[in-house]
């Protein structure tokens, strides 16, 4: 019988994040830091909207790039956010959560054979996406020293002919690193010079803890070169909502809709109506929530230097990215044992990339008493890990 299945799908790894997860959901007793998803629930007004929609029978497909007056208030808080402007009529998309968005973008931009400087540590889906759109992923290793942040001369060392998209991941999944305005505007000159294009993944734009975020998008001459990802995940706690969207250059858009059209038809409709209102009168939802995040992570840099973790402070989306290389293992290696012996689930740093190792991610989307007592264990094994090695 003839191979029913594509090289390139059984070739992809499957996710790093979602391993651990799925072993801990069967462990009892056991806490999970390891999943990016708000421990809040959607606030009861957003709520409340997308249930009086269902009430009113609003249980159609609403136009293939989305409601209009969600497709507004988009334009509206981007415009307010970031002082750009876009006209909700053809340079907004509303997708299935900003991961629809990246897969249709690159589809969308990227001919066989062209390469794609893909920054890392970063969000598991940029290389598999890559990959799937017949594109060459060239990967960019983030350094500790730097903060984690994208470096001009990475950036140029990278490039080649043949490379035609940046991915700018930032706020950083998983690192929380930032980029403030000097390093994007060192970056968007290199992008110009280079004639490249950018698509900016900006799903924890509204969590940072430094100073207000800034998207590339917003830099002379490189609004036409962008590509804006963002959505309701992380910022609304809508996970399930399943909403993003994208926003660029007219004719990126007509081309990112065709696809959407034949795969996707629509964003879902209660989701959208509920969008409306969290972007209307969300605001202060999200700042209580941003309060409550960092609170948390200031806890988690605190902790880790009592205990001697050596730990870059983060300043954007809801992630710790400590070292544990003076321990002399893996980091799938560290993940297993902490899991096995203490009974908490982390993400290995490999699962963003190979330059992840002697890392791990630990997500704060987590209440503060759990924190707390995963903290605790976490110091009860880096104590023992340090008696075995006789220190």
């Known amino acids: 019988m003839r191979n029913p299945l594509a090289d390139k799908v059984v070739n992809i790894k499957p996710s790093g994040i979602r391993k651990f997860f799925d072993v801990v959901s069967e462990m009892q007793d056991a806490i999970s830091l390891g999943v990016g998803e708000p421990d809040f629930d959607t606030p009861w007004h957003i ?30 808080y981007l415009n307010r956010s970031q002082g750009i402007d876009y006209h909700y009529n053809n340079e907004v998309i509303v997708t299935v959560g900003g991961s629809e968005a990246i897969d249709i973008a690159l589809r969308a931009m990227i001919d066989g054979g062209e390469e794609v400087l893909i920054p890392q540590p970063s969000y598991v889906s940029y290389e598999p996406c890559t990959i799937l759109a017949n594109a060459v992923p060239v990967i960019i290793e983030l350094k500790a020293e730097n903060e984690f942040r994208l470096m001009p001369e990475e950036l140029l060392e990278a490039i080649t002919e043949k490379t035609k ?33 950018v698509i900016s993944d900006e799903i924890y734009a509204e969590l940072t803890y430094k100073e207000k975020h800034i998207s590339i998008a917003s830099l002379p001459g490189m609004k036409e070169r962008t590509i804006l990802i963002n959505g309701f995940s992380k910022a609304y706690a809508m996970t399930g909502w399943r909403l993003g969207y994208a926003c660029g250059p007219k004719e990126i858009m007509e081309q990112m809709i065709k696809i959407h059209q034949f795969a996707i038809m629509c964003a879902p409709t209660t989701s959208q109506y509920a969008a409306v209102e969290a972007l209307k009168n969300g605001d202060a939802d999200v700042a209580q929530m941003r309060e409550a995040y960092n609170q948390r992570r200031r806890y988690l840099l605190h902790s880790f230097k009592e205990m001697g973790v050596e730990c870059f402070e983060p300043f954007g989306a809801f992630y710790v990215f400590p070292s544990i290389k003076e321990f ?9 044992r902490f899991l096995q012996e203490e009974k908490v689930a982390v993400v290995p740093g490999t699962a963003f990339g190979d330059c992840g190792e002697g890392f791990l991610r630990i997500s704060y989307a987590y209440s503060l008493e759990n924190l707390k007592v995963a903290i605790g264990r976490l110091k009860n094994f880096v104590d023992k890990l340090r008696k075995e090695q006789g220190r």
């Open 47 to 76: 709520r409340d909207e997308g249930i009086y929609s269902l009430e009113k029978g609003r249980t159609f497909y609403t136009s293939n790039a989305g409601l209009k007056d969600l497709k507004i208030e988009i334009c509206n």
């Open 165 to 197: 998209i940046l991915i700018l991941p930032f706020p950083n999944n998983p690192t929380g690193a930032i980029m403030e305005r000097e390093d994007l505007e060192k970056i968007a000159k290199i992008v110009i010079e280079k004639d490249l294009f």
């Open 328 to 336: 002399g293992m893996t980091s799938e290696e560290f993940a297993n």
